[in-house]
């Protein structure tokens, strides 16, 4: 009996997540940065920073496209754009922000 109704439990647990879909994260250019970022800053300066969402994440990719990183935006204020979190690299002028 215990078995049945753990086998029953597991093929609904299964049939449940079969409309489930998985997409991946689909990310738009919002802005470009317009000063040097060096590591450790939470704060800095882009060209647009209107459609940037707070309490999202947002990508950082250098312009030569070698290195990309994310972070939770805490606050946008004009063109400056304060993260939760240090910026863990250097990010030149011209590096590109997705979200």
């Known amino acids: 009996m215990r078995r049945g109704l753990i086998c029953l439990l597991l093929v609904c647990f299964v049939l449940s997540l079969a409309p489930v879909r998985v ?3 689909k990310w738009e250019q919002m802005a470009v940065i317009m000063a040097d970022v ?16 707070v309490d999202r994440t947002i990508m950082i990719e250098r312009r030569d496209g070698k290195l990309k990183d994310t972070y ?27 979200q």
């Open 23 to 25: 997409t991946g994260q």
């Open 38 to 53: 060096s590591k450790d800053e939470t704060a800095f300066i882009v060209d647009n920073a209107e459609g940037i969402i």
């Open 72 to 98: 939770e935006v805490l606050h946008v204020y004009g063109r400056w754009v304060l993260t939760k979190e240090r910026i863990e690299h250097e990010f030149p002028a011209g590096s590109r922000i997705y």
